[in-house]
């Protein structure tokens, strides 16, 4: 939400209000001061090892007190978090307007990605405006015939790539610190990057992907870096199956900007993260999803993302086959970008403001597109 937040900030006919519940406040700082956002309520609802429901009912509570104090004409919220959903009903027991970001990503499944499909389901039913990634996202949307307006403006998410890559790319300076953090890394090796923290993997499926990653790791051509995510039903079975093998490097989560330097550098990348599936073509990288189904299919079609799932065999199958073949990871990598043109930010506040604009257009699947930092100009076309 930063890059909507900025462009939010820059309307003169719009006032935002921004209110963060302080989910892992450690990750939740580093993006405020990298986008120099000050939020106008904290709520600090994190606690040690919470639950779902435990979480939703502070937050109801909270986020009326919010509502009630400052009368919003318009609640905005993003993606399949349980914050999500549990604001959107606040807002909707109030009568106050919601309006989606990232609306549409569907898997058809509710268990998967648990509880995230369902969230995004529950806050597209309450919103009378949609901001739908992609074409494929209006049309799951059109398919249950819901009542809300829906546009097609492509994902935040690449603005934000974007704002980065371009920060990075132009200054030496910052660029020379971020990979100090990586003195680590072995140039004439591949590296693999890997992110996991899905809560329907916790168990055996974690157990399949950290299996997966101790035989890739007995390889000496391969060096596996992995930020290990907070969350203790992580990091407890990553740090004791991968912690003493050759060529992992667990590392503390890096800050955003850190992140996208490390996702340049990678030549692989193997996650069960969403925004990762999206941020990663962008960029010309190779990804292997370690879950059955995705809520983002286009980069699927167009050939740069692979579902492997979380069995030991299928992640080591086609990781092999990439550290094999570079021609293969070559093609894999074409740098397709169904996700967006930077632009995302600029129609959300365009549509909200009642000024015209151009709805974003994919890239056909299989079309290939060097990648740019550049964002150009957008269109004003009235739709």
Known sequence: ????????????????????????????????????????????????????????????????????????????????????????????????????????????????PWPEEMNRRLVDVI?????????????????????????????????????????????????????????????????????????????????????????????SDVQIVYPVHLNPNVRGPVQEKLGKLPNVHLIEPLDYVGFVRLMQRASIILTDSGGVQEEAPALGKPVLVMRELTERPEAVAAGTVKLVG??????????????DDQGARDQFACRINPYGDGHASERIVAALAGRPFEEFTEVAAGQCLPFSAGRGTLSTQFV
């Open 310 to 323: 979380t069995r030991r065999e299928s992640i080591v199958k086609a990781v092999t086959a990439l550290l």
């Open 127 to 219: 919103s009378d405006l949609m901001f739908a990634p992609t074409a494929g996202s209006k049309a799951n949307l059109a398919a249950e015939s819901l009542s809300g307006r829906v546009i097609v403006t492509g994902n935040t998410v690449i603005d934000a790539l974007f704002m980065t890559v371009a920060r990075i790319d132009s200054d030496a300076v910052l660029r020379a610190e971020l990979d100090a953090r990586l003195l680590f890394i072995d140039d004439t090796k591949p590296v693999l990057l890997v992110t996991g923290h899905r809560r329907e993997s916790f168990g055996a499926g974690f157990d399949g992907i950290c299996s997966a990653l101790a035989e890739l790791a007995q390889r």
């Open 1 to 112: 939400m930063a890059p909507l937040v900025k462009q939010l900030e820059a309307e003169p006919s719009i006032e935002s209000i921004v209110c963060v519940t302080g989910q892992h406040r450690e990750m939740l700082n580093q993006v405020l001061e990298l986008f120099k956002i000050s939020p106008h309520h904290d709520l600090s609802l994190m606690t040690g090892n919470q639950t779902l429901n435990g979480l939703a009912s502070r937050l109801l509570a909270s986020l009326d007190d919010v509502l009630a104090k400052e009368k919003p004409d318009r609640v905005l919220v993003h993606g399949d978090t349980t914050t999500a959903s549990v604001t959107a009903l606040a807002a909707f027991h109030r009568k106050i307007p919601v309006g989606h970001v990232e609306a549409g990503l569907r898997t058809g499944n509710l268990m998967q």
